[in-house]
C-alpha cells in the first residue's frame, strides 16, 4: 500500500511539472529572448549599476548558460547599446505619455516627464548620456534629439525664414531646451539641487519659462 502512494505520488509530481507552463525564455522566438535579456540587463542596471551589468549574471537570471547569450548579443558592447536604445525609447514614450503641447501648459508635462524618468532611472540615465559611444552608436542620440526637433519645428513660429535658417533657429531653441533639461536632470540625480532649497518641480516650473521654445498660440 505504502509502496503504491509513494508511486502515485511520484506520477502526481511528473503531471504536475508536465502541466506547469514554460518560461518565458522557452516561449519567446529570437527577437523576444533579445527583449528578455534587455529586460534582466535594466534590472541590474537600476538595482546595482552598470559593474553588475555582465553577461554572465544576466544569464543566470535568465537560467540559461552564457554561450546562449552570445547568439544573440556578440559582445559586451552590443548589449550596452541595447540597453541605451531601450532607454531611450522608455524615455521619448513617457514623455510622450506625459505631454502636454497641445494644451495650456505648452512643454511643462514633456520637462517635468523627462527630469523624473532621470531622477527614477539614475544608473540608466547616466549610461544614455555619460557614458562614452562609438561613432557607430551616435545614431542613438540623433534619433532621440530628432524627435524633439520636429515638435520644435512643429511648433514654433516660422516668421517667414527659409527653410535652412528655420532648421537652424529650430536646433537653436530645442538645443537650449535640451541642455537645460539635461543640467536640471543632472543635478536632480546627484542630489545637487537641493542647495536651492525647493521642490524639484517647483524648480522645473521655474525654469520651463526661460528654457522652452517658443509655440504659436493659435495651433493650441
Same mark, same amino acid.
Given at each position: /500500500?505504502?509502496?503504491?502512494?509513494?508511486?502515485?505520488?511520484?506520477?502526481?509530481?511528473?503531471?504536475?511539472?508536465?502541466?506547469?507552463p514554460?518560461?518565458? #525564455?522557452?516561449? %519567446?522566438?529570437?527577437?523576444h529572448?533579445?527583449?528578455l535579456?534587455?529586460?534582466?540587463?535594466?534590472?541590474?542596471?537600476?538595482?546595482?549599476?552598470?559593474?553588475?551589468?555582465t553577461?554572465?549574471?544576466?544569464?543566470?537570471?535568465?537560467?540559461?548558460?552564457?554561450?546562449?547569450?552570445?547568439?544573440?548579443?556578440?559582445?559586451?558592447r552590443e548589449?550596452?547599446?541595447?540597453?541605451?536604445?531601450r532607454?531611450?525609447? /522608455?524615455?521619448?514614450?513617457?514623455?510622450?505619455?506625459?505631454?502636454?503641447?497641445a494644451t495650456?501648459?505648452? #512643454?511643462r508635462?514633456?520637462?517635468?516627464?523627462y527630469?523624473?524618468?532621470?531622477?527614477?532611472?539614475?544608473?540608466?540615465?547616466?549610461? /544614455?548620456?555619460?557614458?562614452?559611444?562609438?561613432?557607430?552608436d551616435? +545614431?542613438?542620440?540623433?534619433?532621440?534629439?530628432?524627435?524633439?526637433?520636429?515638435?520644435?519645428?512643429?511648433?514654433?513660429?516660422n +516668421?517667414?525664414?527659409?527653410?535652412?535658417?528655420?532648421?537652424?533657429?529650430?536646433?537653436?531653441?530645442?538645443?537650449?531646451? #535640451?541642455?537645460?533639461?539635461?543640467?536640471i536632470?543632472?543635478l %536632480?540625480t546627484?542630489?545637487?539641487l537641493?542647495?536651492? *532649497?525647493?521642490?524639484? +518641480?517647483?524648480?522645473?516650473?521655474? /525654469?520651463i519659462?526661460?528654457?522652452?521654445? *517658443?509655440?504659436?498660440?493659435?495651433?493650441?
Amino acid at each position: /500500500m505504502e509502496q503504491r502512494r509513494q508511486t502515485s505520488c511520484g506520477a502526481n509530481k511528473r503531471s504536475a511539472k508536465q502541466r506547469s507552463p514554460k518560461r518565458p #525564455w522557452q516561449q %519567446a522566438d529570437h527577437d523576444h529572448r533579445k527583449a528578455l535579456i534587455v529586460d534582466i540587463a535594466l534590472k541590474l542596471l537600476d538595482r546595482h549599476g552598470l559593474e553588475a551589468v555582465t553577461v554572465r549574471r544576466v544569464a543566470q537570471k535568465l537560467g540559461v548558460g552564457t554561450m546562449t547569450l552570445y547568439t544573440y548579443f556578440t559582445n559586451q558592447r552590443e548589449l550596452k547599446r541595447a540597453i541605451v536604445r531601450r532607454g531611450f525609447e /522608455m524615455l521619448n514614450e513617457f514623455c510622450e505619455s506625459q505631454g502636454t503641447l497641445a494644451t495650456e501648459q505648452l #512643454w511643462r508635462g514633456g520637462s517635468h516627464s523627462y527630469v523624473h524618468f532621470a531622477v527614477a532611472h539614475p544608473n540608466l540615465y547616466r549610461l /544614455m548620456f555619460q557614458s562614452q559611444l562609438a561613432k557607430t552608436d551616435a +545614431d542613438l542620440f540623433h534619433g532621440g534629439f530628432q524627435l524633439l526637433l520636429n515638435k520644435v519645428m512643429i511648433t514654433m513660429p516660422n +516668421d517667414q525664414l527659409s527653410k535652412d535658417a528655420f532648421r537652424k533657429q529650430a536646433i537653436m531653441a530645442a538645443g537650449r531646451y #535640451w541642455i537645460a533639461l539635461h543640467g536640471i536632470a543632472t543635478l %536632480a540625480t546627484t542630489g545637487r539641487l537641493c542647495v536651492l *532649497e525647493r521642490e524639484l +518641480d517647483e524648480i522645473i516650473d521655474d /525654469m520651463i519659462g526661460h528654457i522652452a521654445p *517658443e509655440v504659436r498660440i493659435s495651433g493650441l
